[in-house]
T-cell receptor, first 113, second 114 residues
Framework: GDSVTQMEGPVTLSEEAFLTINCTYT??????LFWYVQYPGEGLQLLLK?????DKGSNKGFEATYRKETTSFHLEKGSVQVSDSAVYFC????????????FGKGTHLIIQP | DTAVSQTPKYLVTQMGNDKSIKCEQN?????MYWYKQDSKKFLKIMFS???????INETVPNRFSPKSPDKAHLNLHINSLELGDSAVYFC?????????????FGSGTRLTVV
């Protein structure tokens, strides 16, 4: 079945540092790829998405590019802020959506001032 | 306007009790889902309904029973609650299949069984 693998944290960075959270996937066909963010005590919010190879999703300074050749969708941000501290989930929907949204295990990001 | 709303937000109950969590969406989506998030933050799909019909039913105990009275509502009923049911339960909705759009999630219900 479909699966998503992402680096597990916690990842601790200083404010204004460069962020990369790695995500790779296994899926049949051409999945849609997503990054969700969960702030402390809250639900999941869609951060960005990409639906086909070489698409770049971006939002709030975060970016991720759909790389079919490496089956990856790494999340990046050039300069993180304390307010970016949260848990980040990479996810995919494959095969027409019949199996639902499959999540990675989440990466806890901690930004220190 | 809350897009996907769940009630209650917190639920503390004793082992053996029966409880329900309600979910409503006002987005006009035709597919709704229940996810369980465990203490390690891992998210796993439990059920999915499309236009009131069950389309995903993962391996969960049959003490969990979803009910969809219409396509805007998907409730989760849990019988004979056990300690291991303690988790955060998220409701979500999407256009059919969610392909290309993703899901919209509610804010979660934190269930604690004591």
């Amino acid at each position: 079945g479909d699966s998503v693998t992402q680096m597990e944290g916690p990842v601790t960075l200083s404010e204004e540092a460069f962020l990369t959270i790695n995500c790779t996937y296994t899926a049949t066909g051409y999945p849609s790829l997503f990054w969700y963010v969960q702030y402390p005590g809250e639900g999941l919010q869609l951060l960005l998405k990409a639906t086909k190879a070489d698409d770049k999703g971006s939002n709030k300074g975060f970016e991720a590019t759909y790389r079919k050749e490496t089956t990856s969708f790494h999340l990046e941000k050039g300069s993180v802020q304390v307010s970016d501290s949260a848990v980040y989930f990479c996810a995919l929907i494959g095969g027409g959506g019949a199996d639902g949204l499959t999540f990675g295990k989440g990466t806890h990001l901690i930004i220190q001032p | 306007d809350t897009a996907v709303s769940q009630t209650p937000k917190y639920l503390v109950t004793q082992m053996g009790n029966d409880k329900s969590i309600k979910c409503e969406q006002n987005l006009g989506h035709d597919t709704m889902y229940w996810y369980k998030q465990d203490s390690k933050k891992f998210l796993k799909i439990m059920f999915s309904y499309n236009n009131k019909e069950l389309i995903i039913n993962e391996t969960v105990p049959n003490r969990f029973s979803p009910k969809s009275p219409d396509k805007a509502h998907l409730n989760l009923h849990i019988n004979s609650l056990e300690l291991g049911d303690s988790a955060v339960y998220f409701c979500a909705s999407s256009r059919t299949g969610g392909v290309g759009y993703g899901y919209t999630f509610g804010s979660g219900t934190r269930l604690t069984v004591v």
